[in-house]
């Protein structure tokens, strides 16, 4: 599926927030754990939350799903082995934090995914989870398939994450959980906290102190208590589009509603606040232990800025469309120690470069990184602009087209369902003129 955006006038009007990507698989996770009853409002139905509740359907998890409404009825405890290969097609953080949450359970199952999930580094999350003493295994290369046996987690076990990554912690906090065995994990770097909130908010005992620029996290293991309803915060990468898209068209303004502002996630308006983006955070409250708030974006003239160290984590998904923002900045926008890019949907560092080529707009990419050369206006070649089946690359570069004085095509956009299915219906309501295109 081709997406066609032509050049709009401008953007306004009100946008409502989807769910959080992983907030939405995080909790059919815990939810599923529990012991009653529950009702989760909010909820992502993208691909990837849905790959991840079909998975714990799988293993016994009675999870209903209509829309953005997501039941999950009453299990006794009873998760068991699944002798069918379940597929979390194109989701890492289904599949990583499936790994511990299964392998705490002590039950059996095989995992695996689409094209671009089953090239992705699983070794991350098997080696410190066989440490606990998990049987996990992967491809020689480290890749899906996974084979998770029935072992035995041992109680205190410790682990500092080489890597700052969430996908890795949360394994290792839902196998101490589902296992009922303390952990402790040290992350150098502070990474999105969901996992541990959400777990606090079931009743569980997680404690986080601060160490350095990062934490260390441990969990007491607890019996969690049951709630009857969860509400899943808006998703702030979806909303990042949204911001970018509004602070680069013209004579724009757009109030983005029910928008998770965990700060932990939320690193980008820092960011863009210092290339001199105009946003406002309005009704900011606090819903099942996380931040949201609405968002008023109005068209900015930006500047390029040097970003890199500890906010890295904290901004990871958004710096796809973060480019977009600098290509748009006057002057240089130099971004660093992003290495992890590389092995995200696609090498987003490639597939960044690429589409930077297509538009014309001067780049210089590192190992880990990239330097961006703001233009006035983006004055593209004829080519279409390939996704690379990534989600956020297909959003950005279809949203760069605001900026742009010629139509933008970007290639195989389909992914977008995976974490924004009403993308277009929403960009169109705001004025971004875009149509399918083959
Ligand atoms: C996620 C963590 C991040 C992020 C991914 C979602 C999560 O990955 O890029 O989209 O839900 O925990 P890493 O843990 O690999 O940094």
């Known amino acids: 599926?081709?997406?066609?955006?032509?050049?709009?006038?401008?953007?306004?009007?009100?946008?409502?927030?989807?769910?959080?990507?992983?907030?939405?698989?995080?909790?059919?996770m815990i939810a599923s754990?529990?012991?009653?009853?529950?009702?989760?409002?909010?909820?992502?139905?993208?691909?990837?939350?849905?790959?991840?509740?079909?998975?714990?359907?799988?293993?016994?998890?009675?999870?209903?799903?209509?829309?953005?409404?997501v039941s999950i009825t009453r299990r006794e405890g009873a998760l068991i082995s699944s002798s069918n290969t379940i597929d979390l097609g194109n989701s890492g953080t289904g599949i990583r934090l499936l790994m511990g949450f299964i392998s705490g359970l002590?039950?059996?199952?095989?995992?695996?995914?689409?094209?671009?999930?089953?090239?992705?580094?699983?070794?991350?999350?098997s080696i410190p989870l066989s440490e606990m003493g998990a049987l996990i295994t992967t491809s020689a290369s480290g890749t899906p398939p996974i084979n998770v046996m029935t072992g035995s987690l041992i109680n205190n076990f410790e682990y500092d994450m080489p890597i700052s990554s969430a996908q890795v912690k949360s394994a290792i906090l839902l196998a101490g959980?589902?296992?009922?065995?303390?952990?402790?994990?040290?992350?150098?770097?502070?990474?999105?906290?969901?996992?541990?909130?959400?777990?606090?908010?079931?009743?569980?005992?997680?404690?986080?102190?601060?160490?350095?620029?990062?934490?260390?996290?441990?969990?007491?293991?607890?019996?969690?208590?049951?709630?009857?309803?969860?509400?899943?915060?808006?998703?702030?990468?979806?909303?990042?589009?949204?911001?970018?898209?509004?602070?680069i068209a013209k004579n724009s303004e757009i109030l983005i509603k029910n928008v998770g502002l965990n700060q932990t996630r939320s690193g980008l308006l820092s960011v863009l606040k210092k290339m001199g983006a105009n946003i406002q955070i309005l009704n900011q409250k606090t819903e099942c232990n996380e931040d949201v708030g609405d968002l008023l974006v109005k068209s900015s003239?930006?500047?390029?800025?040097?970003?890199?160290?500890?906010?890295?984590?904290?901004?990871?998904?958004?710096?796809?469309?973060?480019?977009?923002?600098?290509s748009c900045a006057e002057?240089?926008?130099?971004?660093?120690?992003?290495?992890?890019l590389r092995v995200k949907e696609s090498d987003r560092l490639e597939a960044i470069a690429s589409g930077l080529e297509v538009l014309n707009v001067s780049h210089?990419?590192?190992?880990?990184?990239?330097?961006?050369?703001?233009?006035?206006?983006?004055?593209?070649?004829?080519?279409?602009?390939?996704?690379?089946?990534?989600?956020?690359i297909a959003m950005s570069f279809l949203i760069s087209s605001l900026a742009s004085s010629k139509d933008i095509k970007v290639m195989n956009c389909e992914n977008i369902y995976t974490s924004f299915p009403s993308f277009f219906d929403e960009m169109k309501k705001i004025g971004l003129n875009m149509e399918r295109h083959g």
């Open 33 to 69: 754990f529990l012991d009653a009853d529950i009702n989760i409002t909010g909820f992502l139905n993208g691909n990837d939350p849905i790959s991840t509740a079909n998975a714990l359907n799988q293993i016994g998890a009675g999870i209903n799903i209509d829309a953005t409404n």
């Open 106 to 125: 002590g039950i059996e199952a095989t995992l695996t995914g689409d094209e671009s999930l089953i090239k992705r580094p699983m070794k991350r999350v």
């Open 177 to 247: 959980l589902t296992a009922n065995k303390k952990v402790t994990v040290v992350e150098k770097k502070i990474t999105r906290d969901h996992t541990e909130r959400m777990i606090n908010f079931f009743g569980g005992n997680v404690e986080v102190i601060s160490e350095g620029e990062g934490r260390r996290i441990t969990l007491h293991p607890t019996k969690l208590i049951s709630k009857d309803h969860y509400k899943v915060a808006g998703d702030f990468s979806s909303a990042s589009f949204l911001i970018v898209a509004g602070l």
């Open 331 to 340: 002057g240089k926008t130099t971004i660093k120690d992003a290495k992890e």
């Open 301 to 326: 003239a930006l500047h390029g800025i040097e970003i890199g160290g500890a906010i890295i984590p904290n901004i990871i998904d958004e710096i796809p469309i973060l480019s977009i923002a600098a």
């Open 364 to 392: 210089y990419l590192y190992e880990d990184g990239i330097e961006i050369s703001g233009v006035k206006e983006i004055v593209p070649s004829d080519q279409p602009i390939d996704s690379f089946d990534d989600h956020r």
């Open 1 to 28: 599926m081709n997406f066609l955006a032509k050049h709009s006038a401008q953007l306004n009007g009100e946008v409502i927030c989807p769910g959080d990507k992983s907030i939405s698989q995080r909790v059919v």
